[in-house]
């Protein structure tokens, strides 16, 4: 009877990445009738580390083909779709619509509360996951609890999404492999439990898990009226919300390219700071610089001199970025720059 | 009186300690105010607050024994 149901059932993956490539995995060798695969990216050799159904021969394709692939030489008697897009508030309606189940899968602040909102107003049920690091978190939203009768969902956890220095990403300060491996494959758990009907979903609960000390800290979510705020009442409010403008994930700052950078700083004195986190590698001794990690840089931005022209740097662009921004708010005439393609594309630039 | 502070993802770095206890707390934002006090980091970040494992949307009162964890988002997958 439970196979029947799984055979029945169609789930959405979001994110074909370190928690999609288990959750994949395991539903596809349970035999999940319809299982679409949403992703828009590439394979890159740092992806390899943690996303397992990727191998050295699958970098520079596509991510949600590729994982189709495998998936159909694991179970060839599932159906198996892929959408190689990025998924937005103009397509998340018409993809999701087609599924009984979505699962979260994704990278970023603006999908999660996008994927979130298209779930509630297409009343599915979404299985929530996020790493970083060493931990992360699961649980089940949309879900009526039949206990209580309540449903909760991702704004009634973060009724607000965190700002620019916090919005870290796996790509810039890593995560250990094994963990979005634990979440993905918990994932998957909670769909089949969910499909099946058998034992408890984590339904308005979340479980955060820390690897390193073995521990899982689980608790409630309640619903409340401020987390519906900033919620876009109906479709039409959905189709119009601008989800990266919401999690101010729209950076749009000067850059400079590794060639200007080298040159400039031949050229004059400069100010250069490094927004990684101390010890973080690749190391750096060409060019003096002062180390004032992301986190820490709103606290710390008076003591950056003004007189000389700014240039942060951070692996690969992203958190320099938000510096920039930071800087560029408290002090909008100054000439601050994001190094593009970060300390990455300066080495690569450079053949150290 | 005496709570249990528990801290999770970022948190655990502006803290500098993953599990702590504090004295003489009487609700939610007397804490929130103590632990920007001590650690200004918090004030930016966005997190969200469980009482005895059970999430709080406002000011909720805290007594002897509670279990107070600090729960930031993760946007990793």
Known sequence: ?352 | MEINLLAFGQITEITGKSAWKMVEIKDSNELIKNLEEQFPALVKMKYSIAVNKKLIQENTAITDKDTIALLPPFSGG
């Open chain 1, 1 to 352: 009877m439970g196979q029947d149901k799984i055979a029945q059932a169609k789930v959405l993956i979001i994110g074909a990445g370190g928690l999609g490539c288990p959750a994949l995995q395991y539903l596809a060798a349970a035999g999940v009738g319809t299982i679409g695969i949403v992703d828009f990216d590439v394979v890159e050799l740092s992806n390899l580390q943690r996303q397992i159904l990727y191998r050295v021969d699958d970098i520079g394709q596509s991510k949600a083909i590729t994982a189709a692939k495998k998936l159909e030489t694991l179970n060839p008697e599932i159906k198996i779709e892929f959408y190689n897009v990025q998924i937005t508030n103009k397509n998340a309606l018409e993809i999701l619509e087609n599924y009984d189940l979505i699962i979260d899968g994704s990278d970023n602040f603006a999908t999660r509360y996008l994927i979130n909102d298209a779930c509630v107003l297409l009343d599915k049920p979404l299985v929530y996951g996020a790493v970083l690091r060493f931990e992360g978190q699961i649980g089940v939203f949309n879900l009526l609890d039949k206990d209580n009768n309540r449903k909760t969902n991702y704004r009634d956890l973060f009724p607000k999404p965190p700002d620019l220095a916090s919005a870290i990403s796996c790509n810039e300060v890593g995560v250990l492999g094994v963990v979005p491996g634990i979440i993905g494959t918990m994932q998957a758990t909670e769909a089949l439990k969910i499909i099946t009907g058998v034992g408890k979903p984590l339904v308005n609960k979340i479980i955060s898990y820390n690897a390193l000390e073995n521990s899982f800290y689980d608790f409630e979510i309640i619903s409340n009226a401020n987390s519906s705020i900033d919620f876009p009442k109906n479709i039409k409010a959905f189709l119009d919300y601008n989800y990266e403008w919401f999690c101010n994930s729209n950076l749009d700052v000067e850059t400079l390219s590794v060639e200007d950078f080298d040159s400039l700083r031949t050229k004059e004195k400069i100010t250069i700071i490094d927004v990684r986190e101390k010890g973080e590698l690749p190391f750096v001794d060409e060019f003096p610089f002062t180390l004032i990690p992301l986190i820490e840089f709103e606290n710390l931005i008076s003591t950056i001199s003004q007189e000389n022209k700014i240039v942060v740097f951070c692996k690969s662009g992203q958190r320099s970025a938000k510096a920039i921004k930071i800087i560029k708010e408290k002090y909008p005439n100054c000439q601050a720059f994001s190094l593009k393609g970060g300390i990455e594309a300066w080495i690569k630039n450079n053949k150290i």
